[in-house]
């Protein structure tokens, strides 16, 4: 079966090849585009995966700067280039649903191959329900001043972006560790939360899914901070992303990537074995019912 089409995740290996062809040939960016229609500044871009090279002629001129002679080479880099040209899917959303640096986000998840997140505040959105999604939004709504059209919005892009989850087809590799006191946190009412431990119970059954719950009795290490490490496959480096108050940042510097990486392993020692996820969901569902 085919794969599906993921144009950023494109950009980001053609930004990677073409940054390591011009450091393996010595040239620095302001050197690289001189004489070119572009500035330093885009072709910074490309290289990080923020912005496509649509023009084929300047991605051979730039080949042929770093020295790139054999054609079949240069042929499959034009080719990537044209597949990273292509539009997302989630290019149907508008922007005005997303925080500035979401789409960069979008594209990167869905070219991660596998998936670890930490979430102490609440559920992480790709284990999320429907209504679970809604509630939480619709709690914040008076303090982000939200409307109900962007609520709609981005509770059908969380439920598209747990496809990759979910779906039969080329899954994406999830271990989720989720703190207890997000999982005792009502978001809407109980039979929200009751359906929300279903949901988590059903997704947890999955053979490419890893579920851990860290008790709020750990005396082991502990974060107050979520984060998303992703994992692009051997061709591209690890990234991790962290929420912040202004939005969300990615970065696949190697000290970053590094640190996140023992965190979350440290994380995963002190949590329960995910075998015991079902059984602690479902005393939670007794708890909130009686």
Not at 90 to 109: D, I, K, N
Not at 254 to 264: K, L, Q
């Amino acid at each position: 079966m085919a794969a599906r089409p993921r144009p950023t995740a494109r950009r980001i290996e053609l930004g990677h090849e073409l940054r390591e062809l011009r450091q393996q040939a010595g040239i620095t960016l302001e050197d690289a585009v001189k004489g070119l229609s572009f500035s330093e500044t885009k072709l910074q871009r490309v290289e990080t995966g923020f912005q496509d090279l649509r023009n084929a002629g300047d991605l051979r001129k730039l080949l042929t700067r770093y020295g790139v002679d054999d054609e079949d080479e240069t042929e499959r880099l034009v080719e990537l280039q044209r597949t990273a040209s292509r539009q997302d899917w989630w290019t149907p959303y508008t922007v005005a649903t997303m925080s500035p640096s979401m789409p960069r986000f979008l594209g990167v998840e869905s070219a991660a191959q596998a998936i670890r997140a930490y979430h102490p505040t609440c559920v992480l959105g790709l284990l999320q329900t429907e209504r679970y999604a809604k509630a939480q939004h619709e709690i914040a709504k008076p303090i982000e001043e939200s409307t109900t059209e962007f609520i709609q919005k981005s509770v059908a892009l969380r439920m598209k972006r747990k496809d990759r989850v979910v779906t039969s087809d080329d899954p994406v590799k999830l271990w989720a560790i989720l703190y207890e006191p997000a999982l005792r946190y009502v978001a809407g009412d109980v039979d929200i939360m009751r359906e929300q431990y279903e949901e988590i119970t059903r997704i947890a059954k999955l053979d490419h899914v890893t579920v851990q719950i860290l008790p709020q009795s750990v005396r082991g290490y502990l974060s107050l901070s979520d984060f998303t490490l992703l994992d692009l496959g051997d061709k591209l480096p690890m990234t991790v992303q962290l929420d912040t108050g202004a939005g969300m940042s990615l970065t696949d510097k190697s000290r970053e990537v590094g640190r996140f990486t023992r965190m979350f392993e440290a994380l995963s020692r002190s949590a329960l074995p995910s075998e015991a996820t079902p059984e602690f969901l479902q005393q939670l569902t007794r708890e909130i019912t009686s």
